[in-house]
C-alpha cells in the first residue's frame, strides 16, 4: 500500500506499508541413507513480514513507476517452536562447520527481527505483441544494521496471454535471494496457469 502527496513533475511524497505471509506450510525433506524424513519449516504467519518506511515515488504512468525509502523498517514474525532450542521443529543451519539456530533471520530463543535499511521498488508494464503482456515487479532491501551489502532480492515476471476470448494462459516466473532465509542462493518459483473463459 502507498499513500502519496504530489510534490513535482513526477515525483510523490509517499508512506508505504507492505506485508507478506504464507497461507500453507512449507516441508524440508532430509535424505538419511535409504531413510527420508520431511519436517515443517514454515506455516501460516511463519514467516510474517512487516515492512514501512516514507520515501518518494516516481510515477510515468500506472505502469511504469519507482518508490524509493531511504529510511525504511522491517519486522520478520516466526513461530517459537522454529527457534526454540528444545523444540523437534526447530530450525537449524550450518555456516563454516558450526550449526545454530536461525529462521528466517530470527535468532536462537528470539520470535522477532528487527531490520532497519532502504528499501526500492520498481513496477513496468508493457505489451510485447498483440495480446501478450509483461509485468515486472522487482522489490530490493538494505539492512543497514547487519551486512548492507547483501541486498535482499525479490523479482517477479506475470506474463499474461489472450489466445482468443476463450482461452487465455499466464506464466509466472519468481526469484528471491535472501541471505537471512536461504544462504545457498536464489529461490525459484515457475507457473504455468491456462484458463477458459465462458459468458452467461
Known amino acids: 500500500s502507498n499513500v502519496g502527496k504530489k510534490a513535482k513533475g513526477n515525483w510523490y511524497y509517499t508512506v508505504y506499508f507492505n506485508f507478506k505471509t504464507q497461507l500453507d506450510s512449507g516441508v524440508s525433506f532430509n535424505d538419511f541413507g535409504e531413510e527420508r524424513t520431511e519436517s515443517k519449516n514454515s506455516h501460516f504467519f511463519s514467516p510474517a513480514y512487516f515492512q514501512a518506511g516514507p520515501g518518494m515515488l ?16 522491517k519486522l520478520v514474525v516466526v513461530d517459537s517452536k522454529f527457534t526454540d532450542p528444545d523444540s ?23 520470535t522477532t527481527r528487527f531490520e532497519l535499511g ?25 539492512n543497514y544494521l547487519e551486512d548492507p551489502q547483501n541486498v535482499d532480492i525479490d523479482y517477479t515476471m506475470n506474463l499474461a496471454l489472450q489466445v482468443n476470448k476463450y482461452i487465455s494462459a499466464s506464466f509466472i516466473f519468481q526469484t528471491i535471494y535472501d541471505d537471512n532465509a536461504n544462504r545457498l542462493g536464489f ?14
Open 58 to 73: 516516481w510515477k510515468k504512468s500506472d505502469n511504469f513507476n519507482v518508490n524509493i525509502s531511504p529510511l525504511a523498517a
Open 88 to 110: 523437534d521443529e526447530r530450525i537449524e543451519e550450518e555456516v563454516d562447520g558450526v550449526k545454530t539456530i536461525n529462521a528466517f533471520g530470527v535468532e536462537e530463543g528470539k
Open 118 to 142: 532502504a528499501s526500492v521498488r520498481g513496477y513496468a508494464k508493457f505489451d510485447i505483441m498483440k495480446n501478450v503482456s509483461m509485468e515486472n515487479i522487482l522489490l530490493l532491501y538494505s
Open 187 to 200: 529461490q525459484v518459483r515457475e507457473a504455468f496457469g491456462l484458463g477458459v473463459n465462458v459468458g452467461f
